[in-house]
């Protein structure tokens, strides 16, 4: 070891003591601070003018609105196998094709093919049909059984593309923004443009869930409130996994990536409750990290994010960030004006200089 380094070793232990000798005496000065706070929250408790409710109470929906679950066999066995209803104006289109198109023709193509498949076993077998024909091509038939499927394809491709085209609708500028950050194991809202607060949210213990009469590893502890019938711009983000936000009655799936944002645009049509389920295997507790969505009138929504520590309504929001833009505009005036006359000064200086020259 060289001397350089023994002395380096050396003030790092004297660095480490006088940190601890620090941290020991701001022990009790910190809680000297705690007894104080704690003290100043009693005083204005027992105040009687109270500026802000210190837990304001907010309404949440209950189990009669629940409009988003899965149903189960023993309830409706034709249900539990199908698609939920539909809660958003491209979910409700994407079921209509479901039901109008791709399943009438799946079912038609299957029972034609079946009949092919029969006919050709009872009426062109060895028994009924001693003598086979030798023909090895047909032009008219070979030009039917290609056109019909492109014909049948591009019929299907008509309303499929346009679906397609409708999920991936961007946002318009002024939706409200509202992030899901997918952590192991459970949800966290973040509400980007009501002040950026963060809810996080838990399955509830199968027990309180049933007690409130909601449906048991679906319910949870704080639900994602939403706006109903205005644009939101989901997006969806992984805090440490590929989790992936998924609702079937409002029709989407979207990934919740690490180091990237995925972003759609949602409207809801009616109040309620939405559940869905983390939909990508994220490790242990995957299972266990339902998705509530609660949807409000706007003007119920916007008390609600009032409710929330540090929430603010888009109104509230802008009337703060207009106000200290005037200050930056006036200070940058106060700027110009001191270059102004350095400019001033400096001129006359040359001027002076050049006189005596
Ligand atoms: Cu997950």
């Given at each position: 070891m060289n001397f350089g380094a023994f002395a380096r070793k050396k003030l790092n232990l004297l660095a480490l003591m006088v940190m601890a000798a620090f941290s020991l005496a701001a022990v009790p000065q910190g809680a000297m601070a705690q007894e104080e706070a704690v003290q100043a929250a009693t005083s204005v408790a027992e105040g009687?003018?109270?500026?802000?409710?210190a837990a304001p109470g907010f309404d949440y929906y209950g189990p009669?609105?629940?409009?988003?679950q899965p149903t189960p066999s023993d309830e409706d066995l034709w249900a539990s196998m199908n698609f939920q209803a539909q809660h958003t104006e491209t979910g409700e289109y994407a079921l209509w094709m479901h039901d109008a198109i791709l399943i009438p023709m799946v079912f038609i193509i299957s029972i034609f093919v079946l009949f092919l498949l029969l006919w050709v076993m009872f009426r062109y077998n060895k028994r009924a049909n001693t003598v086979p024909s030798k023909?090895?091509?047909?032009t008219v038939i070979e030009v039917v059984w290609t056109v019909i499927p492109v014909l049948i394809l591009v019929v299907i491709a008509v309303p499929s593309i346009s679906l397609l085209a409708e999920q991936y609708k961007t946002p318009p500028e002024d939706a409200i923004t509202i992030k899901a950050n997918g952590y192991q194991w459970y949800w966290g809202y973040e509400y980007l443009d009501n002040g950026g607060f963060e809810v996080i949210s838990n399955m509830m213990p199968e027990s309180e869930a049933l007690d409130e009469g909601l449906p048991p590893q679906l319910a949870v502890d704080n639900r994602m409130v939403v706006p109903v019938g205005v644009p939101i711009r989901l997006q969806t983000f992984g805090a440490d996994v590929i989790h992936s936000f998924g609702i079937p009655s409002l029709w989407f799936k979207l990934d919740a990536v690490p180091g990237r944002i995925n972003e759609k645009m949602l409207i809801i049509d009616e109040p309620g409750i939405y559940y869905g389920q983390?939909?990508?295997?994220?490790?242990?507790?995957?299972?266990?990290?339902p998705i509530a969505i609660e949807a409000r009138p706007l003007d119920e929504y916007n008390a609600w994010v009032q409710s929330q520590p540090g929430g603010m309504t888009r109104a509230q929001v802008e009337a703060l960030e207009s106000a200290p833009a005037v200050e930056d505009a006036e200070s940058a005036e106060d700027a110009a004006e001191a270059g102004d006359t350095e400019a001033v000064e400096e001129a006359e200086v040359a001027d002076n200089a050049a006189e005596a020259a």
């Open positions: 009687d003018v109270v500026t802000e409710p009669e609105m629940i409009k988003g023909t090895s091509h047909n983390c939909m990508e295997l994220c490790g242990a507790r995957h299972g266990y990290m």
